[in-house]
């Protein structure tokens, strides 16, 4: 009988091995809890430092959008302007060829009826004096 309580015996220390295996040990050292206490502490605030610089992340996302958006808009008025410049100078251009197309085209005609109107106005003129001369002399008498 000794054999059979021997077995139990053996069989009862196996088990409690075995049970105190798979449920764990709830003895922490001191100074392996405060290690684990360190580490959870910086986890958390590692944790919180992260969502802060998440938070500005997309704080500057936003303000990235915003500002693309900007650029776009003045890109794109400043396409429009750059164009309506273009258009304007082109413009004055084409005029400008025309009004000396038109000076040309004036100083050509112009040069020889001026000196004809200039000679008949300076005779109208001799003859309107001569004429305004002796009126004046007519009424004086």
Same mark, same amino acid.
């Given at each position: 009988?000794? /054999?059979?309580?021997?077995?139990?015996?053996?069989?009862?220390? #196996?088990?409690?091995?075995?049970?105190?295996?798979?449920?764990?040990?709830?003895?922490?050292?001191?100074?392996?809890?405060?290690?684990?206490?360190?580490?959870?502490?910086? +986890?958390?605030? +590692?944790?919180? &430092?992260?969502?802060?610089?998440?938070?500005?992340?997309?704080? !500057?996302?936003?303000?990235?959008? &915003?500002?693309?958006?900007? #650029?776009?808009?003045? $890109?794109?008025? /400043?396409?429009?302007?750059?164009?309506?410049?273009?258009?304007? &100078?082109?413009?004055?251009?084409?005029?400008? &060829?025309? #009004? !000396?197309?038109? $000076?040309? $085209? !004036?100083?050509?005609? $112009?040069?020889?009826?001026?000196?004809?109107?200039?000679?008949?106005?300076?005779?109208?003129?001799? #003859?309107?004096?001569?004429?305004?001369?002796?009126?004046?002399?007519?009424?004086? !008498?």
């Amino acid at each position: 009988m000794r /054999n059979g309580t021997v077995r139990h015996l053996l069989l009862a220390a #196996v088990f409690a091995v075995f049970s105190v295996g798979l449920t764990g040990c709830d003895y922490w050292p001191p100074a392996l809890q405060a290690q684990i206490e360190q580490l959870q502490a910086e +986890a958390h605030s +590692a944790t919180a &430092e992260r969502a802060k610089l998440q938070a500005q992340v997309g704080d !500057a996302t936003k303000m990235k959008d &915003e500002l693309q958006a900007r #650029v776009d808009d003045l $890109a794109r008025s /400043n396409r429009d302007l750059s164009a309506k410049v273009t258009g304007l &100078e082109q413009a004055l251009v084409s005029e400008k &060829e025309k #009004v !000396a197309h038109l $000076a040309k $085209a !004036a100083s050509k005609s $112009a040069a020889k009826p001026v000196a004809a109107k200039t000679a008949a106005k300076s005779s109208v003129k001799k #003859v309107d004096k001569k004429k305004t001369a002796q009126v004046t002399t007519k009424k004086r !008498a």
